[in-house]
């Protein structure tokens, strides 16, 4: 017999082993990113329970032709969720309850896998029939039902309780408290579980802690399947410190964790008096803020917060007092913190020692000599001397501060007129024990940094915008659509949308806008949304950008898609979905756009599908307007109050540390091809923020596409190395995908159901 085995990094395949009886999970130790497993025409008999406990990714598998009489459910439990495909054709199984889990049976919520063309041998047939049509009595085989006497209950660490489990079922299931959490060291002082006539069973607690907080399962299990029902457990108790310390992430910050139940408030002192605090933070200078980091677990008894400040200085250093606050009692921590060491200056005493510091008398040589007895004539000599000498310093001096101050005003003003950014002054101070303050000293700016020649920001008066409608609502303001005379040049009528900011008094608003503005005139590239300028004569502030008739690419890609009209998206049923080819030429010029960011060292943060534009002719432009954190809330994950972060797009650097780079933007263009082939659907759809965040973090990345050729999926892998420096630079992806998109070009297509008509 021919035998042979292979093994590759996402499949592992084993033919003709007749020695090969059984699987475990020590076989499959370590293939977590194995895909697709087959153990054909071998002498495979059975698979133990923990077959497949390390294997998450697997989503086929081939065990045809082997020597299988049954097969339980209870190894596939870990892979049920992803598995697309299981053959166990050509095995002896015996029909019956126990492959009863293999019938498809689509249910709401749960996902079918293919069986194949798979049989089983019933007692009283000699040839095989298809599983899908054996015959089970009806009442012998049912899934098990669970039913819990309370399903939760809140107590303090002094108190007692007991839940009841009872279930149903045929065969008679096998019922199961799972008491780890109530094993773990200190979680309680006592616990039985008590067997009751009926079947059920009885789990009693006595003298719970707060680390005995979280869900407690019974679950039941027969041939058919198994079922669960969680019962949330909160114990109260006061709250604990459990760490206050420094730590430098992208701000400097005072991080904490807190027990307690029910959640404590947290109060942060300065040197003894009020400086912040999670519910009253009245006037709080805008640099230091508190975000609390929920780990989205509602029975988490553990709260992390940090403390950040952004322009920390010696200002700051102090002794902080963290105290937190319950029902049940209070608990509190000190600790000192110094970002920066305060200011030397030397001891009075030594300014004033002529041996470290020598003063020189200006007036020394019209004084007469020492040994020489001042008369009344010299006295008044003297004293018109003195007067002369200080009418004429403090002349000079009025007229040296005048003419900095006309020299400083005429830099300003020339530097203004003629467009260029403005050189900027470093007021230096000396701690002379008045606080007097040095001269200023004129700063020339980093050329790398001041905007182009010719692209200074262009100012467009109101009066040539007419506004038609409303586009989108964010954070900032408005986005509306509307018409502006005289753009790009005179006479002309150019559609235009045009952002508004809500108000330019809070806080660094006018700054950030006016900082944004010169940014975005730098920014000037075929893929990249055009910005006309900005309007600035009155509140609110305008700005101008190219308008794109088709709106933002993930409603595009949505409204072409092969489900758009089922879903009732279509705007147009005679379009076609988009083709492959359509797909590539939209990431190409996304590709092309972000190339040229790299090339100004520019950092978008915020990559995605719904931060790009679709013009006529399928033209991608990138864009960020910040209204998609509107729209697209849900794409969001609120760090704190007012933080949010696309966790789905992010890379586990950005996640961890909130850091930014070129390479984060990589992997974010690797989700938005993931995106272009699965016709805008959300990363992880199905998964919660907190469980994405898990996945990024453990290596788990997004499967292929159904759409999506083997080629780009590999650029996706590419982006998504977890090492920065290992990522593909993003010029090398922009070839990858031109080479593919130039070797199948978009067509025209004269029936007019194509994009390019």
């Not at 077959?51 to 049920?80: C, H």
Request: glycine share 6%.
């Amino acid at each position: 017999m021919h035998m042979y085995m292979y093994v590759r990094r996402s499949r592992q395949i084993i033919r003709g082993q007749s020695n090969f009886s059984e699987l475990t999970g020590h076989s499959l130790r370590n293939m977590t990113s194995l895909e697709t497993l087959e153990i054909s025409r071998s002498g495979l008999q059975h698979v133990s329970d923990d077959a497949f406990m390390e294997t998450p990714n697997l989503v086929q598998i081939d065990f045809s032709g082997n020597n299988l009489k049954t097969l339980s459910w209870r190894p596939f439990k870990y892979i049920i969720s992803k598995l697309q495909k299981l053959d166990v054709s050509d095995n002896p199984l015996v029909c019956g309850c126990a492959l009863d889990w293999l019938v498809p049976r689509p249910v709401a919520g749960q996902t079918s896998f293919d069986i194949g063309e798979s049989t089983c041998f019933e007692n009283t047939k000699r040839d095989p029939i298809s599983l899908r049509t054996m015959d089970i009595p009806e009442g012998t085989c049912t899934l098990p039902t669970v039913q819990v006497s309370r399903s939760e209950f809140t107590f303090n660490n002094t108190g007692t309780f007991e839940v009841t489990c009872r279930v149903t079922g045929e065969p008679t299931p096998q019922i199961d408290w799972d008491t780890s959490s109530l094993e773990r060291e200190g979680s309680v002082s006592n616990f039985t579980v008590v067997d009751l006539p009926d079947g059920g069973k009885k789990l009693q607690v006595a003298g719970a802690t707060g680390i005995a907080t979280g869900m407690l399962n019974c679950s039941a299990s027969n041939e058919r399947g198994q079922n669960l029902q969680s019962v949330r457990l909160y114990v109260q108790t006061k709250p604990q410190i459990v760490s206050l310390q420094m730590k430098k992430m992208f701000h400097s910050s005072i991080c904490f964790e807190v027990r307690g139940i029910p959640k404590p408030n947290t109060t942060f002192l300065k040197n003894g008096k009020f400086f912040i605090s999670d519910v009253l933070n009245p006037n709080n200078p805008n640099f230091v803020k508190m975000a609390h980091f929920d780990p989205e677990q509602p029975l988490s008894n553990a709260l992390n917060g940090c403390v950040y400040f952004t322009t920390p200085s010696h200002v700051d250093n102090a002794n902080y007092t963290l105290a937190c606050t319950n029902l049940l009692g209070r608990d509190e921590k000190e600790l000192e913190v110094i970002f920066i060491p305060h200011p030397v200056k030397p001891p009075i005493d030594d300014i004033h020692d002529d041996r470290k510091f020598p003063i020189q008398n200006p007036m020394s040589s019209a004084l007469p000599p020492p040994d020489s007895v001042p008369t009344a004539t010299s006295s008044v000599i003297t004293k018109v001397v003195v007067v002369l000498v200080v009418i004429i310093v403090g002349t000079l001096l009025v007229g040296l501060v005048g003419y900095r101050y006309r020299k400083r005003q005429h830099l300003y003003r020339g530097i203004n007129q003629d467009g260029n950014a403005a050189p900027f002054s470093v007021m230096s101070f000396m701690e002379n024990g008045r606080g007097d303050k040095s001269e200023m000293v004129s700063m020339i700016p980093n050329p790398n940094y001041l905007p182009r020649n010719g692209t200074a920001v262009h100012h467009i008066s109101r009066d040539q915008m007419r506004f038609l409608g409303e586009l989108g609502e964010g954070a900032f303001g408005v986005v509306c659509l509307g018409i502006c005379e005289n753009l790009p040049a005179e006479g002309d009528v150019t559609m235009v949308a045009i952002k508004t900011l809500k108000d330019a008094s809070i806080g660094d608003a006018r700054k950030d806008f006016e900082r944004e503005a010169e940014l975005l005139t730098n920014l000037q590239h075929d893929n990249i949304v055009t910005f006309y300028g900005v309007c600035m004569e009155k509140e609110p502030f305008l700005m101008v950008f190219e308008y794109m008739e088709n709106g933002d690419l993930n409603n595009f890609l949505r409204c072409r898609g092969p489900d758009a009209e089922c879903l009732g998206l279509s705007k147009n049923p005679a379009l076609l979905p988009l083709t492959v080819n359509e797909l590539l030429f939209i990431a190409k010029q996304i590709a092309s756009g972000m190339m040229y960011m790299a090339s100004q060292h520019f950092v978008h943060r915020d990559m995605a599908t719904r931060n790009c534009l679709v013009g006529d002719k399928l033209v991608v432009k990138i864009a960020d307007f910040g209204m998609s954190r509107d729209v697209y809330s849900t794409d969001y994950y609120r760090v704190g109050s007012h933080t949010m972060l696309p966790v789905r797009w992010m890379p586990p650097e950005s996640i961890i540390y909130r850091t930014y780079s070129i390479e984060s933007d990589v992997w974010s263009y690797g989700v938005v091809l993931w995106e272009i082939f699965e016709y805008g659907k959300q990363p992880w759809y199905g998964l919660s923020n907190h469980e994405v965040i898990e996945y990024i973090h453990n290596g788990i990345l997004l499967d292929c596409p159904k759409a999506c050729p083997k080629e780009v999926y590999k650029v996706m892998l590419g982006c998504w190395q977890r090492q920065p420096q290992q990522r593909l630079v993003i010029k090398e992806a922009h070839e990858a995908i031109s080479r593919l998109s130039d070797e199948n070009p978009p067509f025209v297509d004269m029936t007019g159901k194509n994009t390019f008509v």
